[in-house]
């Protein structure tokens, strides 16, 4: 399982992209990239994947460099309900097991 | 609307008093799993099932059981519940298994056993 690395927590303000980096140094040539986003009290909520170079949803942007160590989460143009825990996750498709979420990034938005 | 549902949604119960908390899917998933939350150790993984009569241990499955007779319910039992169980419980359920495929969580279960 490759470990990942972000930071506890991000400060910003609205209306300012926000970029979150997760470092996953050992990550694996059939590992994917995932981000949830959780709120207080509720379960995860699935953002993005992604394999490698940029995938985009109406949600947010998933930037992943040629050599896979690294990912960035961007969140355009962030509002007040953006505020909430983001994890990266790192892993095969294939298998049984399920997710094994870190601590996250608390990101706080101030208005 | 596709959803993951629990109940009860709070309980507050004993040391020793035999609970069930219910987790169901509408999707058709086959992949479900129970998860625990604590403050500073994020979220955990109690037990999973792949498919209907198929389930197995996550990394803290001590304390608790499962069954998965139908493909929809996946109930999840504390036969003999204690304070270290005090925490907010998930169910979560996707198409398949597989460390990073989408999984869809339900909105917990916060418990409290004194």
């Known amino acids: 399982l490759a470990k990942t690395t972000q930071p506890i927590s991000m400060d910003s303000y609205e209306g300012q992209e926000v970029n979150i980096t997760c470092s996953h140094n050992n990550i694996a040539t059939n590992d994917y990239i995932t981000w949830y986003q959780q709120f207080p009290s509720q379960g995860p909520r699935f953002i993005i994947q992604g394999y490698k170079t940029k995938v985009t949803n109406e949600v947010a942007s998933l930037f992943i460099p040629a050599d896979r160590k690294s990912s960035t989460l961007s969140l355009p143009r962030v509002s007040l309900s953006d505020t909430a825990v983001y994890y990266c996750?790192?892993?095969?498709?294939?298998?049984?097991?399920?997710?094994?979420f870190g601590k996250g990034t608390h990101l706080i938005i101030q208005p | 609307e596709a959803q993951v549902t629990q109940n009860p949604r709070y309980l507050i119960t004993v040391t020793g008093k035999k609970l069930t908390v219910t987790c169901s899917q509408n999707?058709?998933?086959?992949?479900m799993s129970w998860y625990r939350q604590d403050p500073g150790l994020g979220l955990r993984q109690i037990y999973y099932?792949?498919?209907?009569?198929?389930?197995d241990k996550g990394d803290v499955p001590e304390g608790y059981k499962v069954s998965r007779k139908e493909k929809r319910n996946f109930p999840l039992i504390l036969e003999s519940p204690s304070p270290n169980q005090t925490s907010l419980y998930f169910c979560?359920?996707?198409?398949?298994?597989?460390?990073?495929?989408?999984?869809?969580f339900g909105p917990g279960t916060r418990l409290t056993v004194l």
């Open positions: 979560a359920s996707s198409a398949q298994g597989g460390r990073v495929n989408e999984q869809f």
């Open positions: 999707m058709n998933h086959e992949y």
């Open positions: 996750l790192v892993g095969d498709k294939r298998g049984a097991d399920g997710l094994t």
């Open positions: 099932s792949m498919n209907v009569e198929v389930t």
